[in-house]
């Protein structure tokens, strides 16, 4: 096949009849691209990578380690975190990937194994940190929002407590080895196993211009176009509470998103994660290439999570995505008999980011959340 396809080659350049001018052209070409890579190789060797150390895993240049990080032992509960860390040939920013922060998120746990089978470290500038799965007893137990040994949500502990219960256990090990140790960070979220979410990021605000316009950046790299402009985090660096803001408190660049919903493991969901992972690390010149911006983003600049006000059943109104007028009803709440006891209405107009789409309510918990579209 090899030999007829180069025969019906040299006719077509026989009718042509081009054939010297194509011919030296092509070694030109040719000769061009070999200098390149001679050159490239050169540069390779001049600004080599360094070794790469989280935890006990050490990583030279060029290479792929997975391993542990383990949370030690207090009054009979310990856990440990997967880990994959791709340290490139090259120098380059270090950007951390956390997925699995709630353990029934699966679309971002998924998106980064996968991106472990595809990403080849040879090719790579800087190093990727992969937290596969950040909450690993609440994804064995299949637990949205908590841990099942000490019922916090690990995503209000941050930054942690080496003395503390296992969740805040498990946020301090995540700050030391992971927000420490890299320069940017994507928490990586979506629905939960309850929630029918839209795809949204949350570009968290600090009031540092120069950070948040690299957030910012990343946001927009990221490719959903419903981003959160979210000025409610809190300040406090011993009780910044979740991922995203811990980082960006200790002035890491970070992101959080939100792609996937309902517990399901849906390929556009997966999709949307490493393809929003790939455009940042192209951002960030980490691999080669242009990053995929937002052409087209709908900026939330106020959101609501409204709460169940007691504990019984819920019953949604509406799906993920509608766009409710203020005092609109979205949902209705019933006890364990079965009567009304509250309806739930929109605090203002706006677009439904989340609902929850199973029957339990418990008071204190999320019914919905309503972002505000801000007019340009
Ligand atoms: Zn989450």
Not at 167 to 189: F, G, N, P, T
Not at 353 to 358: E, S
């Amino acid at each position: 096949m090899i030999g007829k396809r180069g025969r019906i080659g040299q006719n077509q350049y026989k009718t042509g009849g081009g054939i010297p001018m194509i011919r030296s052209d092509l070694r030109r070409v040719l000769f061009f691209l070999f200098a390149v890579l001679v050159i490239h190789s050169f540069s390779w060797g001049e600004e080599e990578n360094v070794r790469f150390v989280v935890g006990d895993i050490v990583v030279e240049p060029g290479e792929t380690r997975s391993g542990y990080l383990p949370v030690p032992e207090k009054n009979g509960i310990e856990t440990r975190i997967p880990v994959t860390i791709m340290n490139g040939f090259k120098p380059g920013k270090v950007l951390a990937l956390v997925a699995g922060v709630h353990g029934y998120e699966y679309p971002p746990i998924l998106a980064l194994y996968r991106l472990k089978n595809t990403i080849d470290p040879s090719s790579l500038s800087g190093t990727l940190i992969l937290v596969h799965i950040a909450n690993l007893q609440s994804f064995q137990k299949r637990i949205i929002y908590y841990n099942p040994n000490d019922w916090k949500n690990l995503n209000r502990v941050f930054p942690g407590d080496p003395e503390g219960t296992i969740s805040q256990r498990v946020a301090y090990v995540l700050k030391k080895e992971v927000v420490d140790e890299c320069d940017y960070l994507i928490d990586m979220h979506c629905g939960d196993g309850n929630e029918a979410l839209i795809p949204y990021t949350y570009w968290m605000i600090s009031g540092n211009k120069e950070l948040d316009e690299l957030s910012k950046k990343m946001a927009l790299a990221f490719g959903l176009k419903y981003i959160i402009i979210d000025q409610s985090r809190t300040k406090d660096l011993s009780d910044s509470k979740y991922l995203g803001n811990t980082a960006v408190l200790f002035k890491k660049p970070a992101i959080t998103t939100e792609s996937g919903y309902l517990g399901k493991t849906d390929e556009e969901s997966i999709v949307r994660n490493t393809r929003g992972v790939l455009s940042v690390m192209r951002l960030l010149g980490m691999i080669q290439g242009e990053p995929d911006m937002v052409s087209d983003p709908i900026w939330i600049d106020k959101y609501e999570v409204v709460y169940s006000e007691a504990d019984g059943l819920f019953y949604p109104l509406t799906e993920m995505g509608y766009f409710a007028q203020k005092g609109e009803k979205l949902g209705y709440l019933t006890d364990y008999l079965g009567n009304v006891i509250q309806e739930l209405r929109a605090p203002f107009t706006g677009i439904v980011l989340y609902i929850i789409n199973t029957p339990p309510a418990s008071k204190g918990e999320p019914l919905f959340e309503v972002g505000s579209v801000l007019n340009k």
